[in-house]
């Protein structure tokens, strides 16, 4: 189907070409923004409970020193965690994708600097990783 240029489009494309009006440069408005979204990304596969709290913990201070704003923790889903078979402990925390949002939102000095943890991805069973949302630096 062949749509018909109207002559209201016409005229005005005849207007727009005659007119010595500057359209605004958008490129350039968007590169000279000073606010820039920074994203990081660590894997925590083969990493001990300890040890994942442990470089989570430096991790977080580390990006919010340097103006990240979102972490994607990558933590696997926990379907090889051979604590599934222990009936000792308990099957979420002892996995490191439920283990590690528990311990970062339990620790005050590192939700100061957290604006949230999404948790929708946590709680998933089809996802490996969640994200955290850092504040900014003053």
């Known amino acids: 189907m062949i749509k018909k240029i109207s002559d209201k489009d016409k005229k005005d494309w005849q207007d727009f070409l005659n007119s010595t009006e500057k359209l605004e440069i958008k490129d350039q408005k ?3 923004t000073p606010n820039r979204y920074i994203e990081q990304s660590i894997d925590l596969h083969g990493y001990t409970l300890e040890e994942a709290n442990q470089k989570m913990t ?5 990006c919010f020193l340097n ?3 979102k972490i994607s ?3 696997g889903k926990g379907l090889r965690s051979k604590n599934l ?3 000792y402990q308990s099957n979420n925390l002892s996995i490191l994708k439920h283990s590690v949002p528990n311990f970062i939102k ?3 000095h590192l939700m100061s600097k957290i604006i949230s943890i999404d948790f929708e991805a946590v709680e998933n069973p089809s996802v ?3 994200d955290i949302f850092l504040k900014k630096k003053k």
């Open 85 to 87: 078979n222990d009936p």
């Open 30 to 32: 968007i590169s000279s």
């Open 128 to 130: 490996g990783n969640f």
């Open 67 to 69: 103006g990240v704003n």
């Open 58 to 62: 430096s991790y977080i201070e580390e």
């Open 73 to 75: 923790v990558i933590t």
């Open 106 to 108: 339990n620790n005050d």
